[in-house]
């Protein structure tokens, strides 16, 4: 399988621009809060890691990952000069397509909030089979979505930063 024994979170092989300068929402998911707190950790530790200022990262929780996209969309709404917002929760499977669901508007909802103000949406949000699954992948031996998620809101801000000229 493709993720085999990977960290799907080595970016040893590739640049991460400076965040400096950068703002940055980050919308939590309360929903499986064990796992969504160890994404934030990571995405917290790497905006800082790579130079965002404390000052400039804003965190709020939502009840679950549904809510996540509506989260996007009220900070972009009400936070200044915001640069990007970065989303994380955690969806397990459970008895029924209620997951199904869910994945999709999340996934849908944030690329729609992407879209309506021209801001980089980070779809930070795992949707795994089964709980050891999520373990792996929030500071696992499949490294953290966390970290993931908080360089691609960097590389974005970057790109974004780079044709606004
Ligand atoms: N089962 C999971 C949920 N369910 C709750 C929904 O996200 C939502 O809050 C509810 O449907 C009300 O709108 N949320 C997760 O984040 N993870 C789950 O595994
Ligand atoms: C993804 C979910 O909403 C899920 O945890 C709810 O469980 P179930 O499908 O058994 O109701």
């Known amino acids: 399988m493709a993720t085999q024994l990977k960290n799907l979170s080595d970016f040893s092989n590739t640049t991460v621009p400076s965040g400096a300068g950068f703002k940055f ?91 309506k103000y021209s801001k980089p949406v980070i779809f930070g949000v795992l949707t795994t089979d089964n709980q050891q699954q999520a373990e792996d992948r929030a500071g696992g031996k499949h490294g953290n979505k966390g970290d993931e998620a908080a360089i691609t809101a960097i590389k974005m801000a970057d790109l974004a930063k780079q044709l606004n000229f």
């Open 25 to 115: 929402g980050i919308v939590v998911a309360e929903w499986n809060a064990g796992i969504t707190n160890a994404l934030y950790q990571g995405a917290y530790q790497s905006l800082l890691t790579h130079g965002v200022a404390e000052d400039d990262i804003f965190t709020y929780a939502v009840p679950g990952s549904f809510e996540l996209t509506s989260g996007a969309d009220l900070l972009l709404k009400n936070i200044p000069k915001l640069d990007g917002v970065i989303t994380l929760g955690c969806v397990i499977q459970g008895e029924t397509r209620h997951f199904d669901f869910i994945c999709d508007a999340v996934a849908n909802g944030v690329s729609n909030v992407a879209i």
